[in-house]
């Protein structure tokens, strides 16, 4: 994946880089923000590292991580943003998904803009435009960037890059797990890349609430005709100490089973009703369940919300899931 | 990791090869064998699959699964083993892990026979010994050995090599994952191999039963000073429809957390007692614990038994722990 020549000489001739992710931030945007920088900074160039929200606890092993501003402490005159004019959108394409679009105390006078990501887009943001569907993890584009820039690939800037294509192919599981993502990631583990501590960081890292909820949420577990649904109600957060983020990646969890091609996962919202999320194998497309509730998503992948009481939303997602 | 020349010798000059493997066979038994006789056929030799136990459920997409014998179904006519002269031993080092020396009549004589693992090993069998305890999976001295040998990587022999890596690096997770292991990886998948259909027979295939199981088993967790302790009777075998095998890896799933240090899985057995299993990060020695009870390990992973009941084994786990 070649980066266009505009985007090498954006970063050659200008001095001063905003790299900023969006909001709720993962390792690759962590990653690839960080590595850039680290790219940047060989090449005598000043960076600033921004993200509205601090850096996740399971982030924070990365080397650099601890350079990131949040809007709060980007105000303040250690950061200096006021004079930068440059701003690289990593992991994302338009400002709004940042954040910030909706914060008008920064100081910063954007002149330039680029973005790199690999996330659908349907609107043109960005003076300089690099936006790879194909891409595995914005790392990956990035791996390729740093190439072309002849970056010496350290320790730091591969343990980086190494952490964005772990989220992105969910350690080398996903269907985006191409040769060159394994090839790629063999580099990096030359160049100093330890692939058990990042994955102990970024998949090993729950809290105990977290795992007490998990317990909670799998006791509530129905199976039938190859469909598995559990339920997270708002007392057992209270019960836990945990809040709706803990639950990332929990409707993955019951597809282990060979004989579940269903999964639902219902969430009791703060105002009236639940936040479902359904997970499918193979052929059964969940996103048309999700659509007929107003939803969205894709084949394997897609949610909704439903009104009403547990029952009510339990026993219409499952009609419609056996009509289907 | 060349293969000795002893080894490729044997394997160009004699015609008929009995492939065997250990009992309870894995991915790496499995598919190494596998890997081998398609490379063998290959030369226009003949080979035969041999494991005292069935092909396990989650291998049965590996290609050439379907010709394992079983010690039962070897003896038939259709085998013809007894016109075998050749014996290799995979991933195991001595007969005595595939079961062999305690069946007396397999009609097969054995002339010559060669060694091929990566498992520590105290006893000297085989007339050709190749035993890496370095590799990290027999799997990946097979990828050598056929380089050796001018193999054409076929998809089918690429599926079991990855079979075998995946298996013995916890899926590139585990500290045995090498830039060569990943650069191996991303060879096997140029050459067909498929990372998601792997992962998915391998690691997420469980029964219904077994997921039961592993709920039950959560919900007996007890977490204090960074041990987490579960249990399992066998009572709760028989309500899931369960056996001792399903319990693979359930002693792994605590350290998810990251405030665990050490997780303790007992299991009630047949007689008398419980079988315990200790796993620990970092620095703490559960061999040391487990050496007390008359059992042994390594420093991060090793068993025992305890007699009594469960409140005393419990007790006399648990101080030992906090004691060391």
């Not at 043109?124 to 190439?147: C, F, H, S, V």
């Not at 080398?172 to 990096?188: G, K």
Request: aromatic share 8%; proline share 3%; net charge negative.
């Amino acid at each position: 994946m070649k980066p266009p020549i505009e985007l090498l000489d954006f970063l050659k001739t200008e001095d001063r880089f905003v790299i900023a992710t969006h909001i709720n931030p993962d390792g690759d945007g962590i990653g690839s923000a960080i590595a850039l920088s680290e790219a940047l900074k060989q090449m005598g160039k000043r960076t600033l590292l921004l993200c509205r929200d601090a850096v996740p606890y399971i982030c924070k092993y990365l080397p650099g991580s601890d350079r990131f501003f949040t809007y709060e402490t980007v105000k303040t005159a250690a950061a200096d943003i006021s004079s930068y004019k440059n701003l690289i959108l990593v992991d994302c394409n338009h400002p709004s998904r940042t954040g910030m679009d909706k914060v008008n105390d920064i100081p910063f006078d954007i002149r330039k803009s680029a973005v790199i990501d690999h996330h659908e887009t349907d609107r043109d943001y960005g003076d300089i435009r690099w936006i790879n569907r194909e891409a595995p993890a914005t790392a990956m584009m990035i791996y390729d960037l740093l190439k072309e820039l002849g970056t010496r690939m350290s320790k730091d800037i591969a343990d980086n890059i190494y952490a964005g294509i772990l989220v992105d192919t969910g350690n080398f599981r996903h269907d985006n797990t191409s040769a060159e993502v394994l090839r790629i990631a063999a580099d990096l583990v030359d160049a100093g890349a330890q692939p058990t501590q990042a994955y102990r960081s970024l998949f090993e890292s729950w809290s105990n609430g977290r795992f007490l909820l998990f317990i909670k949420t799998l006791d509530t577990m129905e199976i039938k005709d190859g469909i598995a649904m559990v339920t997270i109600t708002k007392k057992m957060f209270e019960e836990t100490g945990t809040t709706a983020d803990d639950t990332e990646n929990f409707v993955e969890f019951p597809r282990i089973m060979k004989d579940i091609n269903v999964s639902v996962f219902l969430r009791e919202m703060d105002s009236d009703g639940y936040k479902v999320s359904l997970r499918s194998k193979g052929g059964f497309n969940v996103a048309k369940i999700a659509a007929e509730f107003g939803g969205g998503g894709h084949k394997n992948a897609a949610g909704c919300t439903v009104k009403g009481d547990l029952q009510t939303a339990k026993r219409e997602i499952l009609s419609r899931i056996k009509a289907s």
